[in-house]
């Protein structure tokens, strides 16, 4: 019903920018919340940044403050994230999220992307 499409990510030297984008289709009502989560090997999924869609501020990990920018297009129903000054810390399997209403009657529901590859090393 709902998909998430990532792009982006890939293979960057340290304090190097990269950029990922995640588009939202399918039956969509509202969406109440986007966002990144991150997976590095071995260790649990935090979250990165996420941003209301009815609002313009982003809640960011401490982690990635100053550095990673995100901001969305309500019309396109996307979220891009802008990651600079990149850290070998920052490699991680990176997941779109949101927080989306199928229809008026259901409850808002938790839907993931298939994650994308940040690999930051020299």
């Known amino acids: 019903q709902v998909q998430l499409v990532e792009s982006g990510g890939g293979l960057v030297q340290p304090g190097g920018s990269l950029g990922l984008s995640c588009a939202a289709s399918?039956?969509?009502?509202?969406?109440?919340?986007m966002g990144w989560y991150r997976q590095a090997p071995g260790e649990q999924r935090e979250l990165v940044v996420v941003i209301s869609f009815g609002g313009s501020t982003g809640n960011y990990a401490d982690s990635v403050k100053g550095r990673f920018t995100i901001s969305k297009d309500n019309a396109k129903n996307t979220v891009y994230l802008q990651m600079n000054s990149l850290k070998p810390e920052d490699t991680a399997v990176y997941y779109c999220?949101?927080?989306?209403?199928?229809?008026?009657?259901?409850?808002?529901?938790?839907?993931w992307g298939r994650g994308t590859q940040v690999t930051v090393s020299s």
């Open positions: 999220n949101a927080i989306i209403t199928t229809t008026r009657w259901d409850p808002p529901r938790d839907y």
């Open positions: 399918g039956t969509i009502f509202s969406i109440r919340r």
